[in-house]
């Protein structure tokens, strides 16, 4: 979603959470835009660090390094993760970081140095209580190592906390490569009880880091997962996928449409997917995957967003006239950046908590954030995904009126 959209989405909630003009305003506006060049071998990179809103604390959100970024992209990503974090509740606020670069094309020596450059730019206004950067698209554990270690360099102290999605022996948490997933899974199950659904039949579009994991953690509680698809193809079994030999296959021939299993098990494209005859469907691959061409033909009775933005605005209406339940993104993947949260927790207690202790808190969290909406949606007329914005927004501007901003 660009800036621009921002504004025409902000303009919709506005009244539905009863906000003035100076409210709007302050939700509109970001707190502070940090630019910088990075100079690596000769080259030099724009690079953005954007802090959207910091009312329920530090800024909170990943850097990007990619071609494709820009101002404009940061900026809306850095609103995203204010709305995110309000949405699931955490003591954070929003922000985003990127770099416009195409990170194949640079050695590790370059990478490492890019990465250092970025926190020269920007450390004055990141640590643990400020802003708390996280990977993203092609930013990696290692990468948020050389970060953690040039920060503690220019800065003489030691504040782990300062950077989440660290690899485990830097202050890293348990559980973070399967966060997104779970929480998922915790959502989804909340709601399930919420609609008295029987039926647990699945769909899963995209098998990377979110679709796999949601297929696994799916399969192991009982579910049957029907069909599954990567961007080669799909796969589909009435009888319900064997995820495991699913997922060995993937390793092994880098694509999903390889598994065959039983005599009835056939092929499907990713269109068909969408369409299938589920209980569940989950978009876990690409944004604008569900349209208004493809809405009507849904039978799906929960769709459970893992990736960013699948469900165009006009494709939410007609999901809403079908009384179809869309958890959104917002709410749906919002499992990572809960677990990077327990990690900078985990940094700033020096402690270490378990896998199980980890897990028990994303679920109380995440089923907590569902049930406030869950209460507020059932007394409107409006979808799930308007009254996930509605609270997050209200919250975000009742700490702003308790700072005394408003
Ligand atoms: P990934 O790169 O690990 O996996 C993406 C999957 O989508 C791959 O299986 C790929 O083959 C498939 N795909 C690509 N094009 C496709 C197409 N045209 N049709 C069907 N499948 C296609 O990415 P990921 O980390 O799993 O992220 C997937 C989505 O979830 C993205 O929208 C991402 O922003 C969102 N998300 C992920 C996380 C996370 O922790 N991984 C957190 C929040 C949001």
Redesign the pocket.
């Known amino acids: 979603m660009s800036l621009a959209n921002i504004n025409h989405f902000l303009d919709k909630i506005a009244p539905l959470a009863g906000l003035n003009k100076k409210e709007l305003a302050i939700l509109e506006t970001p707190e502070h835009i940090w630019e910088a060049q990075l100079e690596v071998a000769g080259k030099t990179y724009p690079a953005f660090r954007i802090q959207w809103n910091s009312a329920r604390g530090p800024y909170k959100g990943g850097i990007r390094f990619h071609p494709d970024v820009s101002k404009d992209e940061v900026s809306s990503l850095a609103f995203w993760m204010a709305i995110k974090t309000a949405v699931a509740d955490l003591p954070l606020g929003g922000g985003k970081g990127g770099v416009i670069v195409n990170p194949k094309e640079l050695s590790p020596q370059e990478l490492e140095e890019l990465s250092r450059a970025y926190i020269r730019a920007f450390y004055p206004y990141l640590g643990s209580h400020q802003d708390i950067p996280a990977p993203d698209?092609y930013t990696t554990p290692q990468i948020m190592a050389w970060m953690l270690d040039e920060f503690e360099k220019i800065t003489k102290k030691k504040d782990p906390g300062m950077i989440t999605g660290k690899p485990l022996d830097k202050g890293g948490s348990l559980v973070r490569d399967i966060?997104?997933?779970l929480g998922g899974v915790c959502v989804l199950e909340a709601s399930l009880q919420k609609l008295k659904l029987s039926g647990r039949r699945v769909a899963i579009?995209?098998?990377?880091?979110?679709?796999?994991?949601v297929a696994k953690l799916l399969h192991e509680r009982g579910f049957k997962i029907i069909a599954v698809?990567?961007?080669?193809?799909?796969v589909y079994s009435e009888e319900g996928l064997d995820i495991p030999a699913v997922e060995k296959i993937?390793e092994k021939t880098d694509?999903?449409i390889n598994y065959h299993n039983q005599k009835e098990d056939h092929a499907i494209t990713?269109e068909e997917?969408l369409e299938s005859d589920v209980d569940i469907l989950i978009p876990?691959?690409?944004?604008n995957?569900i349209t208004k061409e493809n809405a009507s033909k849904i039978k799906a009775k929960i769709i459970l967003e893992?990736?960013?933005?699948?469900t165009t605005p006009e494709a939410d209406i007609i999901l809403h006239k079908k009384k179809i339940l869309v958890l959104p993104?917002v709410l749906a993947?919002?499992?990572?950046?809960t677990v990077s949260c327990f990690e900078w927790q985990q940094n700033l207690a020096g402690q270490k908590w378990t896998e199980e202790d980890i897990k028990k808190k994303l679920q109380q969290k995440l089923v907590s954030a569902f049930e406030s909406i869950w209460k507020l949606y059932s007394t409107t007329q409006e979808d799930f995904r308007t009254s996930t914005y509605v609270l997050a927004v209200k919250k975000i501007i009742q700490a702003e009126k308790k700072r005394g901003k408003v």
């Open positions: 698209v966060a997104t997933a579009q995209g098998f990377g880091n979110a679709g796999m994991n698809s990567d961007s080669k193809g799909g993937k694509s999903v990713n997917l876990a691959a690409l944004d995957a893992l990736a960013n933005g699948p993104d993947n919002s499992g990572g950046v």
